[in-house]
């Protein structure tokens, strides 16, 4: 019964490499998010994604692209990867702001992706 | 200038003890306020939340907000070992939630049995 959870839990791979990261949240929520949290452990926002939106932090760069099949879960595509790319990768959730906007900005977060490039 | 400064310690205090933990921040607009916790290798989860300015308790914590001063405070009454962690002081301008969030960088607590 995880509200926000995430695929896979660790990823290793070499500099050059694409792949992606799952999220998937069983809360009901509108707006989804993904963050990096560097080394340093600072936890730093990428995107925001609702049916309507895509919020797209510039300092991003255009290789990393969420998508979204569905209301329920946003993914996180990395292209070409890099040795700077390593981190750990949070996806979030929060419930629409039409809803309260107390609510709006609690946000859940998943357990996170520790991802590795070589 | 950073947007939100947050000490990142570690602060280290013995059992029992009362924890401040502090954030300033540059940005004016913020309204909402919130304190994360994070345990080690786990994602943040939400332990506060605030809008504006004033004082809000929930059992052993207490956030404080001082907009004049871009000031933020929790305070962790009756430490415990399972307080031990990193807390995030996190903010927005916006209800909707669709700016993100922006976090200080974490203070890592201590407390010692």
């Known amino acids: 019964d995880t509200a926000v959870s995430q695929t896979p839990k660790y990823l290793v791979t070499q500099m050059g490499n694409d792949k992606s990261i799952k999220c998937e949240q069983n809360?009901?929520?509108?707006?989804m998010y993904w963050y990096k949290q560097d080394s340093k452990k600072f936890l730093k926002i990428m995107f925001s994604?609702?049916?309507?939106?895509?919020?797209i932090n510039e300092t991003v760069p255009n290789r990393f692209s969420p998508k979204s099949p569905d209301k329920a879960h946003l993914n996180l595509h990395i292209n070409s990867l890099e040795l700077g790319d390593s981190a750990v990768y949070f996806c979030?959730?929060?419930?629409?702001?039409?809803?309260?906007?107390?609510?709006?900005?609690?946000?859940?977060f998943g357990p996170g992706t520790r991802l590795t490039v070589l | 200038q950073k947007e939100v400064e947050q000490d990142p310690g570690p602060l280290s205090v013995p059992e029992g003890a009362i924890v401040s933990l502090n954030c300033t921040y540059s940005?004016?607009?913020?309204?909402?306020f919130m304190w994360y916790r994070q345990y080690s290798r786990k994602g943040p989860e939400l332990l506060m939340y605030?809008?504006?300015?004033g004082n809000k308790e929930d059992g052993r914590f207490t956030a404080q907000v001082d907009k004049s001063s871009k000031y933020i405070s929790l305070f962790i009454r009756d430490s415990q070992p399972s307080d031990s962690a990193t807390y995030l002081c996190?903010?927005?301008?916006?209800?909707?939630?669709?700016?993100?969030?922006?976090f200080g960088k974490g203070t890592h607590l201590i407390i010692q049995p």
């Open positions: 605030t809008y504006s300015s």
């Open positions: 996190a903010m927005s301008e916006s209800g909707g939630g669709a700016d993100g969030l922006t």
């Open positions: 940005n004016s607009a913020f309204q909402y």
């Open positions: 979030a959730s929060s419930q629409d702001a039409g809803a309260s906007m107390a609510m709006a900005d609690t946000q859940y």
């Open positions: 809360l009901g929520h509108d707006t």
């Open positions: 994604y609702n049916n309507k939106e895509l919020i």
